[in-house]
């Protein structure tokens, strides 16, 4: 199984790109997030999404927008890319409710703002 | 918001040691979690503890539920060098959103 997939793996963007990170999960997961890990930060949310048709904002949402495109996919959208935003970012799934916490990953999208 | 310490930042170790970190918040928690980050990967669930007080194995892996529900501790005993890597607590509460992740400890086995 090829469990959460991530596409870009690796990306280089321009200050003011946009650019959409796609995520799909074949586990039949109802929820879905987006993390961005940046170094001696751990891992914090985006936005993520609790169910088909729901999507709420985490702790760093600003310069982001996603869409639950349907119960597989998951979508990250940087409208006009920052230096910021440089960092890598992790699509994660899980079946339950957002706070049973068995959340699995993606391998991560390494992203670059020049 | 809710903020998890975890401890220590950054460890050194010869193979064959036992290991120890452990994560507090100021918060009560229902839920703790223990990931692992390989170097270019995604975390991977290691151990889940669901009630305050509860001790749980994993290979050589042991974490513990703190009884007041604000920490949680991991060890590794007899650590091997594919040991290597990020560990991650994470927590949950029942009326969070998500879950919030600590800062991690980057461990470096020598052997």
């Known amino acids: 199984n090829a469990g959460v997939t991530q596409t870009p793996k690796f990306q280089v963007l321009k200050t003011g790109q946009s650019m959409t990170l796609q995520c799909a999960q074949d586990?039949?997961?109802?929820?879905m997030y987006w993390y961005r890990q940046d170094p001696g930060m751990g891992l914090r949310l985006i936005y993520y999404?609790?169910?088909?048709?729901?999507?709420d904002k985490g702790e760093v949402p600003n310069g982001y927008n996603v869409s639950r495109l349907n119960k597989r996919e998951f979508s990250l959208r940087l409208e006009s890319a920052a230096p910021s935003q440089t960092s890598v970012y992790f699509c994660a799934s899980s079946y339950g409710g957002s706070n049973t916490g068995e959340l699995f990953f993606g391998e991560g999208s390494r992203l670059t703002v020049l | 918001g809710q903020q998890l310490n975890q401890s220590p930042q950054s460890m050194f170790i010869q193979e064959g040691e036992d290991v120890s970190m452990n994560c507090t918040s100021s918060?009560?928690?229902?839920?703790w979690l223990w990931y692992k980050q390989d170097p270019g990967e995604g975390p991977v669930l290691l151990i889940a503890l669901y009630k305050a007080g509860e001790l749980t194995s994993n290979g050589r892996l042991t974490a513990q539920f703190g009884i007041t529900r604000k920490d949680s501790f991991l060890n590794i005993s007899a650590s091997i060098p594919s040991d290597v890597g990020i560990y991650f607590c994470a927590g949950a509460n029942q009326a969070g959103t998500a879950l919030i992740f600590g800062k991690g400890t980057t461990l470096s086995v020598s052997s």
């Open positions: 918060s009560i928690f229902n839920t």
């Open positions: 999404s609790a169910s088909e048709g729901t999507t």
């Open positions: 586990m039949n997961h109802n929820s």
